[in-house]
């Protein structure tokens, strides 16, 4: 991705054009693309009107992913301003003390509002909130059903094993969600709940004690990837190498081709489809 830089502003024909080089080539905002008017347009704003509220309307239109978490982080560090950003994309979502999110969710022919009261987190929550809100957990804002898991397998397995059942994770909003540990369900599950999104828990027999609690789970008698062949996840090891969302993905693909679905799984993909949203 090249960069591009303002060289100047212009004048001509009573028409302002601001002169811009990108790659070693000059040209003006007249023959530009769409992402870079559009940038110019909000840092312009995000500059000049320290002492403005702003209302950001899908900043990531035509950006490419670079560009929208370059925007982004600029955004978050004027501190100065109060901002008001609606967006579908992760990139822009920033949870902290001194932000906060109002999630819609549109249910038939009305919009629900849903956030969490102003004392829901804690020091220690916006602690783990900046540990733990990355652009792959962040997803769970735009989440219509939520899987928390505690590895790296069942994000590549999961979706390709719910395929084999009919059910599209990607259709319906489903995100699965790598928790990273079993100590942290607690805190995601609250996550969940400030924001009213429907949750279910996929954890391993040892983090049972922890869920007490929760109805939306299922234990399994091991982890994940006790789930699924030896054979097969040697096999995928020497294909697609360490990876355990890979291996997931390609042990799931075959376990579906010869059409053989773990019960655990069966379960966990039924109980997502009755799951409440």
Known sequence: MHLSYI??????????????QKAGIESTTFYIGAGIIQSLHLLTHLIAHKDKVLFLDHPELHLHPHAQRRLATFVEEEKDRQ???????????DLNKDSNIIRFVQKGAQTEIFEPPHDYFNFEDYFKLEQFLDINTKELFFASKVLLVEGSTELGALPIFSLNMDYNFDENGVSVINIGGKHNFVFFVKLCKGFAIPYFIIADEDAEKLLTNYESKLILPSDFEGLLPDSLVEEARKIVGKSKPRIGRYVAKKMGEMGEIPNEVEQIIESLKKLKT
């Not at 950003?85 to 822009?92: C, G, K, Q, V």
């Open 7 to 20: 060289r100047d502003v212009i004048r001509e024909n009573n028409e302002i054009k601001i002169l811009i």
């Open 83 to 93: 901002t008001i950003i609606i967006t579908h994309s992760p990139y822009f979502v």
